[in-house]
């Protein structure tokens, strides 16, 4: 059931992330190797998916079990594949919009999100004073 439903997770690339997620300064042209539509939807702040490889999240459901204790810095995909195999996950992105995003499209999919935890804050600030242990997985994707 998890690798059916993540096969269309896949298919859709649903798209949580907007471009204040990855930047919160005014991008421009002349500042950034970003073109065409990537640099459009972060100078419009447009919905977009930047998830991970489907090759890479299918490695992730065939390497977490049950009650894996996972984080990763950014969400999305990854975050809905740790969610399927019910790990003890903590997402870090300072996005509030993009955990909600997340979590709505799970709702509506059928994913428990009950042992997800966002941690709302720029990985950078997070992850010095993170007390997490014992992690069976951690994906650094933001």
């Known amino acids: 059931m998890s690798s059916e439903l993540l096969e269309k997770i896949l298919a859709e690339s649903p798209k949580f992330h907007r471009g204040d997620t990855e930047t919160r300064r005014i991008v421009s042209e002349q500042q950034t ?10 100078v419009n702040k ?24 996972t984080l990763e810095t950014g969400s999305g995909i990854s975050t809905l594949v740790f969610a ?10 300072p996005s509030a919009e993009e955990a909600e995003n997340i979590r709505s499209y799970a709702a509506a999919n059928g994913i428990s999100m009950d042992r997800v935890e966002f941690a709302i804050e720029p990985s950078d600030r997070y992850l010095p004073r993170c007390e997490a242990g014992d992690l069976d997985l951690v994906l650094i994707d933001g």
């Open 33 to 42: 190797s970003l073109r065409g539509s990537m640099l459009r939807s972060v």
């Open 84 to 93: 399927l195999r019910h790990c003890w996950h903590t997402a870090v992105t």
């Open 46 to 69: 447009v919905p977009e998916c930047y998830g991970i490889d489907p090759g890479l999240a299918r490695f992730l459901l065939e390497s977490v079990r049950e009650g894996s204790k």
